[in-house]
């Protein structure tokens, strides 16, 4: 498929059609790389527990990861809960 590079603010771009942003899976953001002349564009993948591994080690060498309520459960609370 050919398309013209056009112009956006002071840069320039190329319009993609919908239908094969849809086939690529490419949602609000790309990756780009350069390999030789080649520009190849890649849909960004959202993990939604992404990089909390190190945060929880951080928090473990700071010792703030200590449990904010006591593990044990009052008789009387256990009544209320349903």
């Known amino acids: 498929m050919k398309t013209n590079i056009v112009p956006v ?3 320039r771009g190329i319009r993609i059609p919908k239908v ?3 086939e690529c899976n490419i ?3 790309v990756e780009m790389e350069r390999e030789g002349r080649r520009l190849i564009i890649m849909p960004v993948r ?4 992404q990089g909390w591994e190190k945060a ?3 928090m473990h060498k700071k010792r703030e ?4 309520l006591d593990e044990g ?3 009387l ?3 209320e809960w349903k």
């Open 9 to 11: 603010g002071n840069s």
């Open 20 to 22: 094969m942003l849809k």
């Open 27 to 29: 949602e609000d953001k």
């Open 46 to 49: 959202s993990y939604p527990r």
């Open 56 to 58: 929880f080690s951080r």
């Open 65 to 68: 990861d200590a449990l904010l």
């Open 73 to 75: 459960v009052e008789e």
């Open 77 to 79: 609370e256990a009544l």
